[in-house]
């Protein structure tokens, strides 16, 4: 699914399933809140906190796919109420980092 599908993907399933958009500050709140479930994911997959049952460290590496997934829903939302079109919006920002960073990473000592 290219970017742009997925935004058209989104778009009909709001609209449908959905039956509207919650509004922008809404969508960012729950970003948020999704963001928050990746970090604390992350952070018991592979940094220090410990999880606080077996159970859930048994499924945490397919909860962080589907953590990952409601975050990148959620941003689609958001992108297509306000506007943006993710593809090109990629591009750009690539571009920028490209122009940006080339020697900055390549210089890096820490990096190598």
């Not at 159970?55 to 953590?67: F, I, M, N, T, Y």
């Not at 920002?93 to 020697?103: F, G, H, I, P, S």
């Amino acid at each position: 699914m290219t970017i742009k599908e997925a935004q058209e993907t989104v778009d009909k399933w709001i609209n449908s399933v959905g039956i509207r958009y919650y509004n922008e500050l809404t969508n960012t709140a729950i970003l948020t809140e999704e963001v928050g479930e990746v970090a604390s994911l992350m952070a018991r997959l592979y940094g220090e906190q410990s999880f606080k049952t077996k159970e859930k460290e048994s499924s945490a590496r397919e909860d962080l796919g589907d953590e990952m997934a409601d975050v990148l829903f959620v941003l689609i939302c958001l992108a297509n109420q306000t506007g943006v079109d993710l593809s090109e919006a990629l591009i750009k920002n690539l571009a920028k980092k490209t122009k940006r960073d080339t020697d900055r990473h390549a210089n890096n000592k820490k990096l190598k």
